[in-house]
């Protein structure tokens, strides 16, 4: 299917740091969300007609150089050699990036390919994209991913010591340079906007904020014939559910609270939550500590169950069983769970405070809450467990409009107007 008359026929995508392949080995050095992110975006790109090759850094010669992805053959990856083989970290693979840019360049010109555009993921492959797009007389176009002052304003430690271990003096400049020249800019959150403009005292002209897609076709709800997935834990039989970081800003013990007051007239339904890391640094630790000592003095043991981080591929079945979702931040830039529960056909309450809402409707798409009103949340959430038929309803349109608005396919959409408006 061709995008509706677009001229873009060929996109080239750098990501050049990590471990990058078809199929992903997540959980390795520096793989992880971003190449799922460059991946779904290229696929879905191909689904409108558009060849997209993904360049990286080829360090393993075990590794084929030209690697289409399986079920996507006008999507590939491409790896260049430079700086010998080994794996290079991110915080140190800039020594390498000129070679890798001259490499990269020689190979298009032998392979005689011609890209409409290239398209930097993370500062890295900003650097590169640069150089490639000057060489080809192209426009170039940016991501950040994530922002080194903004990581730098979040460290903690000695300075100096920091700034050698992350390269940050080195990578803000780079940063800024990024910003000040490609054609145009996406960010993922429009917190990450406003972070540039505070951090880098610089206003992008051309920016959009195109937040990162739903694959509608896991987080799906189940069709006649289907099976359901099994599960790592046994699952009660009446749950909210809720998947976030631990941290304070994701309003747990906002949460919990209002769940007492549900299990008043609930006395049945369970709390499910989900998430949090191998190795928790001292704020998960203490929202933890926190939560059970809670739990433990209000005799909740048996109905709240904290079961700790679940792979993202395995989390449509937790959303399917769950008698409704809960988004509790008292911070969130976005609320992608919130995004994949809906997708699932499973009824939200979710919290003004999350970025999403500007895009839903209360009582339309979901039921949205003041996360710090305790009584008016516990009393959305009873709703949607007496009222079924409101329930039905909620989860039937949160489901279409995730799928119009924030499907990958409806992200791609929106990318290939983004490249159109400043190519």
């Known amino acids: 299917m061709r995008s509706e008359n677009s001229k873009i026929r ?3 995508m750098l990501s050049t740091h990590g ?5 992903p080995e997540l959980g390795k050095t520096d793989t992880g969300g971003q190449v799922l992110y460059v991946l779904q975006l290229a696929r879905s790109l191909a689904h409108f007609g558009i060849n997209v090759d993904i360049y990286t850094r080829w360090f393993d010669h075990l590794k084929k150089q030209i690697d289409p992805l399986p079920d996507c053959p006008n999507v590939r990856v491409i790896r260049i050699p430079a700086g010998g083989w080994e794996f290079i970290p991110k915080e140190s693979i800039y020594d390498v990036l000129p070679e890798l840019a001259r490499n990269m360049i020689k190979f298009i010109q032998e392979q005689n390919i011609e890209y409409d555009l290239f398209h930097g993921h993370y500062v890295d492959a900003g650097i590169v994209a640069l150089k490639v797009a000057k060489a080809f007389s192209k426009p170039a176009f940016f991501t950040a991913h994530s922002l080194g002052a903004w990581k730098k304003q979040r460290a903690s430690g000695d300075p100096k010591e920091m700034d050698r271990v992350f390269n940050f003096s080195l990578r803000i400049d780079e940063e800024l340079r990024i910003f000040q020249s490609v054609n145009a800019q996406t960010v993922t959150s429009k917190e990450e906007q406003e972070k540039i403009e505070e951090l880098y005292h610089f206003h992008p002209p051309r920016i959009e904020f195109i937040p990162p897609g739903v694959d509608v076709h896991k987080f799906r709800p189940l069709e006649d014939g289907d099976k359901e997935e099994k599960t790592e834990i046994v699952l009660p039989g009446r749950y909210i559910f ?6 304070k800003a994701k309003g747990h013990d906002l949460l919990l609270p209002a769940y007492m007051q549900v299990l008043k007239e609930f006395p049945d ?15 998960e ?7 059970k000592r809670f739990i433990e003095k209000n005799r909740i043991e048996k109905n709240v169950h904290i079961v700790g981080g679940i792979p993202h591929d395995d989390l449509p079945p937790y959303y399917r069983q769950a008698r ?16 994949e529960a809906m997708a699932c056909q499973v009824p939200a309450v ?3 405070s999350a970025g999403i809402q500007e895009n839903l409707i209360s009582d339309k798409d979901c039921l949205l809450i003041d996360p710090l009103e305790t009584q008016k949340y516990a009393e959305a959430v009873s709703l949607l467990l007496k009222d079924k038929m409101l329930a039905k309803r909620l989860a039937k349109q949160g489901s279409e409009t995730v799928r119009n608005t924030f499907s990958w396919e409806a992200i791609a959409r929106r990318f290939i107007s983004f490249y159109e408006r400043f190519i």
């Not at 471990?19 to 199929?23: G, Q, R, S």
């Not at 809720?242 to 941290?247: E, G, I, Q, T």
């Open 10 to 12: 060929n996109i080239c």
């Open 19 to 23: 471990y990058f392949d078809p199929v």
């Open 242 to 247: 809720v998947v976030s970081r631990m941290s």
């Open 269 to 283: 339904i369970h709390l499910v939550i989900g998430g949090g890391s191998d190795r928790p640094d001292k704020e």
């Open 285 to 291: 630790t203490d929202v933890l500590l926190n939560m």
């Open 324 to 339: 409704l979702f809960i988004l509790p931040a008292r911070y969130e830039p976005f609320g992608m769970t919130a995004l």
């Open 350 to 352: 979710i919290s003004r």
